[in-house]
């Protein structure tokens, strides 16, 4: 398989992986559930990919400034101090925190905005949780001159109002979206609706591996980067695949992009895949973001896929302590994961998380982004129960910068 | 009434036909059947809204519309009912309008058997482009609901074809790159849509989204049909009464003076 090749030479290709089909499914998940006006925009954006993605100029451009914009490759950090504290397998971290804006998104957003400038349009747009998109967007926008519109909840707006900042500094205009449960859902919405009105000049830099087809396997082609350079670390490092591994998942692509590569191997070669979910303040409660532990195959956003909804269909808010994570959906590949069998899933809840964000800050000196504090919080479970031969690794998907007010003042009266 | 003679009967009268929308359970449900008693007459075809959460197609007013539709209870039991209820009022065909999911949630071959026995005449479902789900809408077709599809000022002639080939009833052609909403004026390019969308069916076809008073309904009367929706739905906000604006609408479906 061609694979990235960042760590000093010249990245050759994408990746191609087995799925989607060419009708944008993973199995039965993903597609193209949207009106009309937006069908000819999407098959322009596909064809445009499609063409991108083997035009040498384009990936080297996007080789240019992942490695010297954004900061590629990132780290495989032995966190020898939680290895022996949880006293079983060695734990990794893969260290997107380290990346320019904090996370994982640049990835993805430079991808993006490449192809948009490729295809001339000159006005980009973006939906975004936890603010961490938008701000990668509002970055991008600002290194090629373009227009930037992001749309945010204003729930979100007023829990992550150090990004609604940062966006704005970067020049771009934050939309608070008051429809809905004003979180990233309703940001979403709002996105696509101002994309079939702008349709003509506008790109939609979509900031997870959901909505309509191509954007699935558009986004995990992007951020499949982070798995494909856990590949080679691991080879250098240990001379083999690690055992497990396991991120959080929101929308599910920063999960996507470290399990991908590892997926389609065959059973026997394939690590462990184990995606987070966020159990909220519990899966019985009903407030949570659970979608493949407590959800069902539904339609949302253009793609087919396990989703939060009642009995008349009706979508129901995601509840999470971590804005990036208050997503009511997940994506398609990842519906598809969990009915193979490929990854398993589970949830931790907003307290287990928070657990989790104090453990890496006092053992390794790790800030990370409540997002990824939910995979150290299920890695507490899951590591100490293997051997100490074995590797592990976590993909840290960002910084917790954003979420120290937020964090204060949950944890305000424990430090 | 069949949807073929529905059209039929305004073509005879010299004029486009007009499909009134309106959202079930606004601006209650007792509000939602007096304003269906008020389009009636004026109508002939009517479309009801099934209120979403996240009705990804629909501007501001139509959005308002649902979500107080949906605090005040509107289910979509409620809505088999409503529909049950206007049945019993008229005979000019009904259509459902909604979004996928409530279907998906309730089945769709309950959900299609459910209203074809309330009374619907067909659906549409703005976010299902029909390639994307072809045994659904024939499902939709065996049981005996006519199926909608929309196309778009963007849509290809390669994209017309595919999609009039799934479509019974008629075909609803979307005036403007945009969401639902009152515009001031029609951009030019309707015409040449409608007349695109003729091209490759003998379905009647009707054009929807932005017609707010006569000026607009006389642009989209180079159809056969022309759909009122946010317009009444601000009418219903604003609790003004409906039929001068469907009057003056009315107005404008005839493509020259009425002799
Ligand atoms: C740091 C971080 N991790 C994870 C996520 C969740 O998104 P995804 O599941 O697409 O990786 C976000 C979203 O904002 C994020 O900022």
């Known amino acids: 398989m061609g694979a990235w090749r960042l760590l000093g030479v010249k990245m050759l290709r994408l990746p191609d992986f087995p799925l989607p089909n060419g009708r944008g499914r993973f199995g039965p998940y993903g597609g193209r559930y949207v009106p009309e006006t937006l069908i000819p925009a999407l098959e322009e954006v596909e064809a445009a990919y499609l063409e991108a993605k083997k035009d040498p100029a384009f990936l080297e451009e996007l080789e240019h400034y992942l490695r010297t914009f954004a900061g590629r490759p990132t780290p495989l950090f032995h966190a020898k101090r939680l290895s022996a504290y949880w006293g079983g397998a060695q734990v990794y971290l893969k260290r997107e925190d380290l990346l320019h804006t904090g996370a994982h998104?640049?990835?993805?957003?430079?991808?993006?905005?490449?192809?948009?400038?490729?295809?001339?349009?000159?006005?980009?747009?973006?939906?975004?949780?936890?603010?961490?998109?938008?701000?990668?967007?509002?970055?991008?926008?600002?290194?090629?001159?373009?227009?930037?519109?992001?749309?945010?909840?204003?729930?979100?707006?007023?829990?992550?109002?150090?990004?609604?900042?940062?966006?704005?500094?970067?020049?771009?205009?934050?939309?608070?979206?008051?429809?809905?449960?004003?979180?990233?859902?309703?940001?979403?919405?709002?996105?696509?609706?101002?994309?079939?009105?702008?349709?003509?000049?506008?790109?939609?830099?979509?900031?997870?591996?959901?909505?309509?087809?191509?954007y699935p396997m558009m986004v995990r082609d992007f951020q499949s980067v982070i798995g494909e350079e856990v590949k080679r670390q691991s080879l250098e490092l240990f001379g083999r695949y690690p055992d497990a591994l396991i991120a959080a998942v929101g929308g599910g692509s920063n999960a996507i992009g470290l399990f991908a590569p590892f997926a389609y191997l065959p059973e026997g070669e394939r690590p462990r895949l184990i995606g987070v979910e966020a159990a909220g303040e519990g899966l019985s409660t009903g407030r949570h973001a659970a979608s493949i532990g407590a959800g069902k195959r539904g339609v949302l956003h253009g793609s087919y896929m396990y989703l939060l909804y009642?009995?008349?269909?009706?979508?129901?808010?995601?509840?999470?302590?971590?804005?990036?994570?208050?997503?009511?959906?997940?994506?398609?590949?990842?519906?598809?994961?969990?009915?193979?069998?490929?990854?398993?899933?589970a949830s931790v809840t907003d307290e287990e998380a928070l657990e989790g964000f104090k453990l890496l800050a006092r053992l390794e000196g790790i800030i990370p982004a409540l997002e990824s504090a939910h995979a150290i919080a299920h890695a507490a479970k899951v590591v100490p129960e293997m051997g100490k031969d074995q590797i592990v690794v976590i993909n840290l998907s960002g910084r917790g910068d954003k979420d120290v007010t937020e964090a204060m003042r949950l944890l305000g009266g424990e430090l | 009434m069949t949807t073929k003679e529905a059209f039929a009967k305004a073509k005879e009268e010299g004029r486009a036909a007009l499909i009134p929308y309106l959202t079930a359970g606004f601006p209650s449900r007792e509000g939602f059947l007096e304003a269906v008693k008020e389009v009636l007459p004026f109508a002939d075809l009517l479309e009801i809204g099934l209120p979403y959460s996240d009705p990804l197609g629909d501007g501001p007013v139509i959005q308002r519309a649902s979500e107080v539709a949906l605090r005040k209870g509107m289910s979509v039991q409620g809505v088999l009912e409503l529909v049950k209820e206007v049945r019993a009022l008229t005979d000019k065909p009904l259509f459902l309008m909604t979004y996928l999911n409530p279907v998906l949630a309730w089945g769709p071959e309950r959900f299609f058997s459910l209203f074809k026995g309330a009374g619907a005449t067909g659906l549409i479902l703005p976010d299902l482009p029909p390639d994307e789900d072809p045994a659904l809408v024939r499902l939709a077709q065996e049981i005996g609901l006519e199926t909608v599809f929309l196309l778009a000022p963007t849509s290809t002639d390669r994209r017309i074809e595919t999609v009039v080939r799934y479509a019974t009833g008629f075909v609803y052609a979307v005036s403007v790159t945009g969401v639902t909403g009152e515009r001031e004026r029609l951009p030019e390019e309707v015409r040449d849509l409608v007349g695109r969308i003729r091209a490759k069916t003998p379905l009647p076809v009707a054009v929807g989204f932005g017609v707010s008073g006569r000026a607009t309904a006389a642009q989209a009367a180079v159809a056969d049909g022309v759909v009122v929706g946010s317009a009444l739905i601000r009418a219903l906000e604003r609790e003004e009464p409906l039929s001068p604006l469907l009057a003056e609408i009315r107005e404008g479906l005839y493509p020259k003076e009425p002799v």
């Open chain 1, 105 to 214: 998104k640049i990835n993805n957003t430079l991808g993006q905005a490449l192809l948009a400038r490729r295809m001339g349009k000159k006005r980009v747009i973006a939906e975004t949780g936890a603010g961490q998109h938008g701000v990668s967007v509002a970055t991008v926008a600002a290194l090629f001159g373009m227009e930037c519109v992001v749309y945010m909840g204003e729930e979100d707006v007023r829990r992550q109002a150090l990004n609604v900042f940062r966006m704005k500094l970067l020049g771009a205009e934050v939309r608070p979206v008051a429809a809905g449960s004003r979180t990233l859902k309703d940001a979403t919405n709002e996105a696509i609706r101002d994309w079939i009105t702008h349709v003509r000049t506008t790109f939609y830099i979509l900031g997870s591996v959901v909505g309509p087809h191509p």
């Open chain 1, 310 to 345: 009642d009995h008349d269909g009706q979508i129901t808010p995601a509840h999470s302590v971590s804005a990036g994570l208050d997503y009511p959906g997940v994506g398609p590949e990842h519906s598809y994961y969990a009915d193979a069998g490929i990854a398993e899933y």
